[in-house]
């Protein structure tokens, strides 16, 4: 938006201080004439002492001064009002500097203002604070871009080869074809979904409403039990009556995506999933717990850190890459890992939330998911 071209805020500033100064200097000038020279009579007076000038003796000596003192005052407040505002303004110069530079696309540029706290410097805070998340938000949503790109290549050039295995080898049964392309659009469609999830929990557009965790444990946990048979795992559900309040739909997926994981990151067989719900009050912040406990693989407090990022996958269960020439191998390319997206939704669901997602591993093997949500007394 062009605006017409106006007078600077240090040439008000400026201009305001000398007119101040100048007022000052004549209301003083004026109470020296109301309450001095008004009671001086306006005729000469002559005593034995000398000459005793008259109120037209005064004003005519006075207001040469009066108005050469007025000139100075309004001289002194310019240049020094002009320095002051200068002065001043400076903090306000690096503010739009370091704006100007922002809307340049330099994210990374701060104002960093020393000196005491004062509304310039709370300004110039605010502005870091806000460069901060804006450059952390946009450089996760740059690698989240290329890590997706990157994922949904795969699925597309799974599909290419089986369709050339198809062409060169036409006496191949259509039927298996059909099959293998379905799971991997499957995959895709998978993926896809598990953006757009991602994405809507990041933005947090949900209305906060009364939900109860241990009747959405119980839901996933029977949606999620002939899974745990057919890999071997025990499912245990340990439900205590746990309010909190956020989207059922979300908080549901929140549940499921730690179960499924702990599911398909346990061991071979015999392995063991604990699911719990249970408020917690600690005196001071009580909030609703939702448990996720598993057994498996050992794993290190490295690995375990990155877990909850996006395309981050369990050890031992990563995607294979490696083509076979007659696509043989192409239908297990993808196995029931998913996407490396649970954890990373589970995260962003809980931080929706105003909650906060723990993850640490166990001493005997296996993962420890903690997901503290606010009780629905605290939305």
């Known amino acids: 938006m062009k605006r017409p071209p106006g007078m600077s805020v240090r040439v008000r500033l400026t201009l305001s201080y000398a007119g101040f100064l100048v007022l000052a200097g004549g209301l003083l000038l004026a109470v020296v004439w109301v309450f001095l020279l008004r009671y001086v009579p306006d005729r ?46 400076r903090p306000l110069d690096r503010i739009t500097e370091a704006t100007r530079a ?38 996760e949503q740059r690698r989240f871009a290329a890590n997706a790109s990157h994922e949904l290549r795969t699925p597309l050039a799974t599909t290419r080869m089986l369709l ?43 209305d906060m409403r009364p939900v109860e965790l241990s009747l959405i444990a119980e839901e996933v946990a029977e949606d999620l039990l002939p899974l745990a048979e057919r890999r071997g795992a025990h499912l245990e559900v340990v439900a205590d009556a746990a309010p909190t309040a956020g989207s059922e739909t979300l908080l549901t997926q929140l549940a499921a995506n730690l179960v499924q994981n702990a599911i398909v990151h346990n061991l071979p067989s015999e392995g063991r999933v604990v699911l719990r719900t249970a408020p917690e009050d600690d005196g001071a912040s009580p ?4 448990t996720v406990e598993n057994t498996g693989e050992l794993l290190s407090p490295a690995h ?22 007659d696509g043989s191998s192409l239908a297990s ?47």
Not at 66 to 88: D, E, K, P
Not at 112 to 134: P, S, V
Not at 164 to 175: F, I, L, N
């Open 287 to 290: 909030s609703t717990v939702l």
């Open 44 to 89: 000469t007076i002559r005593s034995q002492g000398g000459f005793v000038p008259a109120r037209s003796d005064l004003v005519e000596a006075f207001a040469p001064a009066a108005l050469a003192a007025l000139t100075f005052l309004l001289v002194i407040g310019l240049a020094g009002g002009w320095i002051l505002a200068g002065r001043m303004l």
């Open 304 to 325: 375990v850190a990155v877990l909850a990022e996006p395309f981050q996958r369990g050890a031992g269960r990563s995607r294979s890459t490696s083509p076979a020439g």
């Open 164 to 206: 050339d295995v198809a062409r060169d080898d036409p006496d191949r049964g259509g039927g298996e074809l059909i099959d293998r392309l379905r799971a991997v659009n499957d995959r895709a469609v998978e993926l896809t979904e598990a953006l757009l999830l991602l994405s809507r929990a990041e933005q947090g557009t949900f």
């Open 102 to 139: 922002a809307a340049d696309g330099s994210l990374a540029h701060r104002i960093a203002l020393a000196g005491r706290q004062d509304e310039f410097r709370e300004l110039a805070d605010a502005f870091d604070t806000m460069m901060a998340r804006i450059e952390s938000h946009v450089a």
């Open 333 to 379: 390319s993808w196995d029931h890992t998913g996407a490396g997206l649970g954890l990373a939704i589970a995260r962003r669901i809980v931080e929706a939330h105003g909650g906060t997602l723990e993850l640490s591993a166990r001493p005997t093997g296996g993962l420890l998911a903690v997901a503290r949500l606010p009780p629905a007394s605290h939305p």
